[in-house]
């Protein structure tokens, strides 16, 4: 069982960067959410990012560990603990498995193309969600959740 740590956003982003060397650096507000395996491992990280007044930019690395509880409790955070009213990832157009998994699996909808996003002719691939079409969280009540 994999469980969603919040609060240790240091440790959470220094594990990241050592999976990503070459990601992308975080601007404004943001959130380290880790997932830690039955070990107590470290094995995975969810980014927040505020990009706007009600937007989020959500970043995904896992060794495994991102199970479906763990895609809701992420999306009741976005959506209802944050208040976003949209929630984006951008991937490069050579990652075959978020490209699959983005619009298939997590329900995000392609927005467009983002033109040299990781620099001179590495084009980025942008996704949107938005509470009203996340299929993750329960329309029929209070998504709020406390930290």
């Known amino acids: 069982m994999t469980v969603l740590i919040y609060g240790h956003d240091d440790q959470v982003m220094q594990w990241l960067a050592m999976q990503e060397p070459d990601g992308a650096i975080p601007i404004g ?3 380290a959410l880790g997932m830690v395996d039955d070990y107590g491992r470290l094995g995975g990280a969810i980014t927040i990012v505020q990009t706007s007044a009600a937007g989020v ?3 995904i690395e896992s060794n495994g560990l991102l ?3 763990v895609i809701r409790d992420v999306f009741a955070f976005v959506f209802g603990h944050l208040g ?3 929630c984006e990832i951008v991937t490069k157009r050579t990652n075959k498995v978020m490209k699959k998994h983005a619009p298939n699996l997590l329900g995000f909808r392609f927005e467009g193309v983002r033109r040299d996003y990781y620099g001179p002719g590495d084009d980025g691939l942008a996704f949107v ?3 009203q079409t996340c299929k993750w969280i329960d329309h029929g009540k209070s998504v709020r959740i406390s930290a």
Do not use: D, E, K, V
């Open 29 to 31: 507000r943001q959130w």
């Open 57 to 59: 930019m959500l970043g």
């Open 67 to 69: 199970t479906r509880q």
């Open 84 to 86: 976003a009213s949209r």
């Open 129 to 131: 969600m938005q509470p």
